[in-house]
């Protein structure tokens, strides 16, 4: 077979790959080595910014197909025809760790779903849990900050975390969840996915309905107990996931929504925008809207998981957001981290390029080009501003405008105080169904961490507990006891 002829990056061919320029057998390297040089340069310059969070991750390809129309809510191309199918790419990943991190560490999943729709890209970046730590998006560098290593001796250090917690009883519903039998999924295949956040759709009418994602295992869940998650592979969710895919067994999520009117947002017990509670599903139920498979590896792990961006406000026209205000913060948050981290042109990478034409007249930047979609991305001739007057520019369509936000009637100017929120019922309802062997499992994870911060937080960890369920905080002030006998 004749082999291709290897070449420099800017395609000229190389005659040797081995052996560098030299005076001589045992002389120094010569300056005129470019071929060398380029290979080293661009070897220090491999290696991107990891993510901040959700640094250990694994992707695929597949696709989405609608079963259930959602046309009386939502304009969104992608939901309104029946048998409709929709490519997707999709990471999982661990949160809090970085790329050194364990595949099963005790710690939430990323679920991040790329949508490539008729009309642009959307992304719905969530998580395998319902709910999230925290509802006020300045707290988020503080929460992750107690998550990371310890600063001083770069190790992993519990005590940060339970410290930031006992101050912070509002992630107690999570906790809740984190130190449960649920913590630590078996595989990316065996958890479900959740949007966590409340989205809004909106109809060819204008009105607003309220909603969240839930994608549902079709290979059922399964977790890891802490014993066996410590001698677990640390490469073992990234290798479960690609290995199921080359051998054809692809794997699949039911796709579901809950739905709210704006009407029944205003009458709700719950405030339906906190990221910290669930919705009832007896009162929201499920709606089983499609189903989501991966049946496509990546080629190149570095080219399409690691620069892949997902950006919770990459919306279509019918799909937007709402008050929550964990997501108003995740708006900015996201799209800057890649700007960051790959580049201003990041969304003209092949694994973040709509499908669709894209037109805009952002200009230049580091890697400026053009979309695989054929859209224009450089500099031309043409007017590089809006308004203009050239018919080939491109123009907004009022036929997406979104209806107006609902504004909460008599809302003033103030801190969001939160003081005064319910942060126990639902964590102790969660408790409350939970067998005795998972209530045991439950304090035996935190007592593991817990035991090793002073007495002022594992007494107002115990409280949060206590206010949840008095048999949450006994099992926890037992197991914690037990250690220290």
């Known amino acids: 077979m004749t082999k291709k002829v290897l070449t420099t990056s800017a395609g000229a061919p190389v005659s040797d790959d081995n052996n560098s320029i030299s005076v001589g057998p045992r ?40 079963t259930k129309s959602l046309k009386e809510f939502t304009i969104a191309d ?12 999709i990471r999982f990943s661990t949160v809090g760790g970085g790329q050194d991190s364990h595949d099963f560490a005790r710690d939430p999943r990323g679920f991040a779903i790329k949508f490539y729709t008729k009309q642009g890209n959307y992304d719905m970046v969530g998580n395998n849990t319902p709910v999230f730590f925290l509802r006020d998006p300045s707290k988020f560098p503080d929460f992750i900050h107690s998550q990371k290593k310890n600063p001083r001796t770069n190790l992993p250090d519990p005590r940060m975390a339970y410290e930031f917690w ?28 959740y949007s966590s956040h409340t989205y809004s759709f909106w109809n060819e009418k204008g009105e607003r309905f309220w909603f969240k994602w839930h994608f549902k295992t079709n290979q059922g869940i399964k977790t890891l107990r802490a014993e066996e998650a410590a001698v677990a592979d640390p490469h073992g969710a990234q290798q479960d996931l690609v290995e ?6 692809f794997p699949s999520w039911t796709a579901k929504v809950q739905i709210m009117t704006e009407q029944q947002a205003r009458d709700a017990e719950v405030n339906p925008f ?20 991966l049946n496509r590896n990546v080629d190149n792990y570095f080219a399409e998981t690691e620069q892949a961006a997902f950006a919770p406000s990459n919306f279509v026209p019918g799909i937007s957001s709402s008050p929550d205000k964990m997501l108003q913060g995740r708006l900015l948050a996201y799209q800057d ?83 005064e929120e319910d942060h126990y019922t639902q964590a102790g309802n969660l408790f409350r169904i939970m067998s005795d062997d998972q209530k045991q499992q439950l304090a035996n994870n ?6 090793q911060c002073d007495a002022s937080v594992q007494q107002r960890m115990l409280a949060q507990f206590e206010k949840a369920d008095p048999d949450y905080a006994a099992r926890v002030a037992a197991t914690l006891q037990a250690y220290r006998v």
């Open 244 to 249: 199921a895919i080359d051998r054809g067994d």
């Open 27 to 66: 002389g120094p390297l010569t300056y005129d080595n470019h071929y060398t040089f380029e290979k080293l340069a661009h070897f220090n310059r491999e290696r991107i910014p990891e993510r901040v969070v959700h640094a250990r991750g694994t992707g695929a390809y597949g696709t989405f197909t609608l």
């Open 274 to 293: 906190d990221l910290t509670k669930v919705w009832p599903h007896d009162e929201f139920p499920l709606i089983e809207v499609g189903q989501l498979e």
């Open 337 to 419: 981290a890649h700007r960051y981290r790959v580049g201003v042109n990041y969304n003209q990478l092949p694994v973040n390029a709509a499908k669709c034409p894209v037109n805009h007249y952002q200009r230049d930047g580091a890697m400026a080009g053009l979309c695989p979609a054929g859209g224009n991305h450089h500099q031309t001739s043409g007017a590089n501003f809006y308004p203009n007057d050239r018919d080939d520019g491109p123009a907004p369509d009022q036929a997406v405008a979104e209806p107006p936000m609902p504004v909460e009637a008599g809302a003033w100017l103030d801190r969001f105080d939160t003081d």
């Open 446 to 451: 935190i007592a593991g961490g817990l035991g």
């Open 166 to 193: 006992a101050n912070y009883p509002q992630a107690l519903h999570q906790v809740t969840i984190l130190m449960s039998d649920r913590g630590i999924p078996a595989s990316y295949r065996n958890m479900n996915g």
């Open 78 to 89: 992608f939901l309104q025809n029946e048998g409709k199918r929709t490519d997707v790419f």
